[in-house]
């Protein structure tokens, strides 16, 4: 059976069952070529806010969810679901109601703190990036296990899990060679309604995704080096 055909299904109370776990160990001048590798072409990445309509391949979209969905999550609960919106439609929908709630954002609801943070990435309560990218992929927590017949059960470490996955997803787009955005409207309660979700979810973020415009622009902002965060002991 293929991996998109399997169906998992809850393993709450279930006994452990092992099973063996033996992945051949990568020789160490391998592992630390791949490493600098690695390292470099995640320093490429960069979050795109103009993009160009053009279409992406639709697999390489689905494989990045299926990367981000082999993220480790609290008790295995795996509580997220990923909607790919390619409707120009309903991207034309969640950018309204996103703009509208942005605009009362940046009208004073943000508190001048906050905007004084934004202020170095320039960002304002337009959202074109909403219909430009040919894809957005709406990220939903679950917020607890809703079974068929109404029966809830808590999960564990929603944030966090979801947060992995979603750093996961963004790194398996980039490295794909996509561009893509994690967007937080605020409040974002519109998206529920909009993609017609169950009770238990929750929306987590928007990321568009595309290739970035001829035109595009970055801020141009400096990362920590490395003794800024890493500590050995
Ligand atoms: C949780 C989270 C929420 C974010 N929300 C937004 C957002 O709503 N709008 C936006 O334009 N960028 C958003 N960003 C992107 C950040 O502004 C961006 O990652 C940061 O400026 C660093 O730029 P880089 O990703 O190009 O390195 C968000 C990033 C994170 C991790």
């Known amino acids: 059976m293929s991996p998109d055909t399997q169906q998992w299904t809850p393993t709450h109370g279930q006994p452990y ?4 776990y033996r992945p051949e160990r990568m020789p160490q001048p391998e592992s630390i070529a791949r490493a600098a590798e690695l390292r470099a072409r995640m320093d490429e990445r960069r979050t795109v806010r103009h993009f160009s ?69 320039g960002t304002d309560a337009v959202k074109t990036h909403l219909t430009d990218a040919p894809a957005l992929i709406v990220v939903f927590q679950q917020r607890y296990w809703l079974g068929p017949d109404g029966t809830k059960r808590k999960h564990y470490y929603v944030d966090e899990s979801v947060g992995i996955a979603v750093g996961m997803l963004l790194s398996a787009l980039h490295l794909s060679g996509l561009a893509a955005l994690i967007h937080t409207p605020s409040p974002m309660r519109f998206l529920s309604h909009v993609l017609d979700r169950p009770e238990n979810e929750k929306a987590f973020a928007v990321i568009p995704v595309g290739y970035p415009a001829d035109d595009c622009e970055v801020p141009d902002l400096l990362r920590k080096s490395l003794d800024q965060v890493i500590v050995e002991v």
């Open 53 to 121: 309509p053009d279409p992406v391949p639709a697999q390489v979209v689905r494989d990045a969810i299926a990367c981000a969905a082999t993220a480790p999550s609290g008790a295995h609960q795996q509580p997220w679901t990923f909607v790919l919106v390619k409707d120009p439609a309903v991207r034309q929908q969640i950018r309204a109601a996103a703009e509208q709630e942005e605009q009362l954002s940046y009208d004073g609801r943000l508190g001048d703190e906050w905007l004084a943070a934004l202020r170095p990435i």
């Open 17 to 20: 069952r092992p099973a063996a």
